[in-house]
């Protein structure tokens, strides 16, 4: 795995998110999170095609604080299962990584 | 390859996204999509820099889904080279990618 | 490493967003980008929670630019340690993949 990730979660109003957001980086579970939305989700339901509102999160973290951010999500999320997906970081700015890895040092 | 993957299309109109976002959904070529736009999409056209008004659709799919959702995003789009990009979803919660697999399951 | 990466900045302003996606393409250092904002960046700043409007610049471009785009955001942008982080694009359209290539090539 690489050693950092990008890990994305949604929700159904901007403070929610806001909240995620700050809850996550206040733990030092990421080092910091940013909020965009609305944006419209699409999935099935029932057999039928929904759309929803929803404000995205996406956390920038270490593979080291992964699991516990995504626990912390998890519990802290209202969803009953809620999205939780990360995508490796395979290169970056030598200086902005060791600031990510520092900010969730502990 | 990552089992899950999120893809990623762009398009000139929110209706269109719209429809692109639940074509897939619809055909379980994907368990879920978001659209977010307009972006301001920047690229070289006959030698200028040109910028456009852009909505992205990002769906969440397995890797076994992949090659029928991106024939299907080629199908559907008025582009003639549309963007269509995977990136892999390396880890994630357990229950939510669960949920992926069994929405593009038949 | 994968062939082609999405490569991710933020900014603090609409304008300096698209000076930067549009020095890059200029260069040749990225096929196209995507501009979308605002976005609410949550971080920690002398140990308080802060959040702030910031807009985001994804570039796409290819494993083999990668290191010179990185080079050029980093002496454009006006931070200190801006924001460079490159996730690899592991599929995508044939054409379009292709087209990213030839885009970058000098």
Redesign the interface.
């Given at each position: 795995?690489?050693d950092?990730?990008?890990?994305l979660t949604?929700t159904d109003a901007e403070d929610k998110a806001?909240a995620l957001?700050?809850s996550a980086?206040?733990r030092r579970l990421a080092?910091?999170?940013?909020?965009?939305?609305p944006?419209?989700?699409?999935?099935?339901w029932e057999g039928r095609?929904e759309?929803d509102a929803?404000w995205?999160v996406l956390f920038?973290t270490t593979a080291a604080r992964?699991d516990e951010l995504?626990a912390h999500?998890?519990e802290t999320h209202d969803y009953d299962?809620?999205?939780?997906?990360?995508?490796?970081?395979?290169?970056?700015?030598d200086?902005?990584?060791a600031?990510l890895s520092a900010?969730t040092s502990r």
């Open positions: 795995m690489a950092h990730l990008a890990v949604t806001r957001a700050a980086v206040e080092a910091c999170a940013q909020i965009d939305g944006v419209t989700s699409v999935y099935r095609i759309s929803e995205r920038k992964y995504a999500i998890d299962t809620p999205e939780i997906i990360a995508t490796p970081i395979t290169a970056g700015s200086a902005y990584l600031w900010e």
